[in-house]
């Protein structure tokens, strides 16, 4: 059975119920009977196993030979001639 937090929106009171998903969320508040609202939190998450790096699905060539980068290079000016 989950827990939930609320939160009042009057009185500023947090509090817990431990509920089933099938129950109706709470709407009052038991300290001054103001309305409420479900607080939901962040939840943690760690990624363990393959797939979750940038190394994990690139053959292993792919990591050692390194990709020469591609330059263009301005033409080169025609030499004059001395016969001008």
Do not use: W
């Not at 939930?4 to 009052?28: I, L, M, N, W």
């Not at 943690?44 to 330059?71: M, Q």
């Amino acid at each position: 059975m989950p827990t939930y937090q609320y939160k009042c929106d009057d009185c500023g009171v947090a509090f817990e119920r431990f509920q089933h998903f099938s129950e109706e969320p709470v709407r009052t508040c038991p300290e001054c009977n103001g309305p409420v609202h479900r607080v939901i939190h962040p939840v943690g998450v760690i990624f363990k196993g393959s797939g979750f790096y940038v190394t994990d699905n690139k053959r292993s060539s792919a990591l050692t030979s390194k990709a020469e980068p591609k330059t263009e290079s301005a033409p080169e000016p025609k030499a004059k001639s001395s016969e001008e």
